[in-house]
């Protein structure tokens, strides 16, 4: 990564994460998108997640539980 791809990446990092979000959005955009073979992926996996839901398997939690935990388990902030 050069010098100036270092200084982006962290001056992406200081911002909001409703903000690196958005970016983050944006740059993939600008690549063409994610790959079909990926977002297939990602919407199969979405269905198995669903179909263990409904059948009792898993129980959903609110994102703000989820992203708690995950900063809890991984030690972000």
């Not at 200081?14 to 063409?32: D, K, V």
């Not at 079909?36 to 919407?43: G, L, M, N, R």
């Not at 539980?65 to 809890?72: G, L, M, P, T």
Request: no cysteine; glycine share 6%; net charge negative.
């Amino acid at each position: 990564m050069t010098s100036a791809a270092k200084k982006i990446l962290e001056d992406a990092l200081a911002l909001s994460e409703e903000e690196r979000e958005s970016l983050a959005n944006a740059l993939l955009t600008s690549l063409g998108g994610m790959p079909q073979d990926v977002e297939q992926a990602w919407a199969d996996e979405a269905v198995r997640r669903l179909e263990r839901e409904a059948r009792g398997e898993t129980k959903a939690i609110p994102w703000e539980e989820a992203k708690r935990q995950i900063r809890e388990r991984f030690g972000f902030e």
